[in-house]
């Protein structure tokens, strides 16, 4: 396959490749990504602790805390650092949940989600310069019927929260 | 937000927008896609109709059908149309399932799923031509296994099958 580089950007990079796969002339076009950690986290009280951010342009989006890797970052390292950079918590542990592309056709993204537990308030937030979040907590139950009433519809929230209580069997 | 176009392309384009938000200085890269239909179909033994399909540079992927909508097409119609073009079943009805954001931080693409019923293999595939895939059929036991486990990495797939397991109360 043929790459052609279009653009490098901060979060993203676009390649277009031409060539053939199993003899069929094809394009594709390619959303380069570093990948990203996401953490579904319980606090003291069993409450799963939610960021309430600001998603140019769909507004106000209540979603669990993720971050994109840093160069040659480990997933569980990102995991550790977004968790107590977004909500001022310190995980005691991090244990893989799911990995999953949420745009397989089209984008090298990866996320990887954990579970984090052993929750400890240390700080306030250690936000980035564009970044605008607040946190909010929510118990899982109420979380679970958000997703099945269509209220949440960011695709990490759901995978995170849907495979553990499927592994738990939630319902 | 000042938008710069940085591409247009056939299945997404990419523009840069610069401006502020909620006073604060932001750039943000956003993906730009028409939005896609996803079906969960049950053939008529209840089980779930997958398809295997060529992603590069993944290689063959296990995922329900799926496809972009056509410009201004209904994603109901884009259902019912490419459940036919890429398993040769068409369905008697469309229901709505979850609708989801793949990555709601830097792409518009939104995924409508739904669950298609009373299915009758009408044809054969019509396939676009750079289109590589065949139709293979898995129990939903052991497809929520195969998500759990984590041989299934595709959101669509895992969002629709998972929404449908915790509205069916499935475990």
Redesign the interface.
């Known amino acids: 396959?043929k790459k052609k580089k279009?653009?490098e950007?901060?979060?993203?990079g676009?390649s277009?490749?031409d060539g053939k796969?199993?003899g069929?002339?094809?394009?594709?076009?390619?959303?380069e990504h570093r990948g990203a950690a996401a953490m579904l986290a319980f606090d003291e009280d069993k409450k799963v602790i939610l960021v309430k951010q600001?998603?140019?342009?769909?507004g106000y989006?209540l979603?669990i805390p993720a971050g994109t890797l840093e160069k040659k970052e480990e997933p569980i390292k990102c995991a550790f650092r977004e968790l107590e950079e977004e909500t001022g918590y310190r995980a005691k542990k991090m244990t893989p949940l799911?990995?999953?592309?949420?745009?397989?056709?089209?984008?090298?993204?990866?996320i990887h989600c954990f579970v984090a537990s052993g929750l400890k308030k240390i700080a306030d937030l250690k936000l980035d310069?564009?970044e605008?979040l607040s946190v909010e907590k929510v118990d899982m139950k109420k979380l679970?019927n958000m997703?099945?009433s269509?209220k949440i519809?960011?695709?990490k929230t759901?995978?995170a929260v849907?495979?553990y209580?499927?592994?738990k069997?939630?319902?």
Not at 24 to 29: G, I, L, T
Not at 54 to 58: A, E, G, I
Not at 98 to 110: A, D, K, V
């Open positions: 396959m279009i653009y950007g901060k979060i993203l676009l277009v490749y796969i199993e069929r002339k094809v394009k594709r076009e390619v959303i600001h998603r140019f342009p769909h989006v979603e799911i990995t999953y592309y949420p745009s397989i056709g089209y984008n090298s993204e990866i310069e564009d605008i679970l997703i099945k269509g519809q960011d695709s759901i995978c849907l495979t209580a499927a592994k069997k939630l319902y």
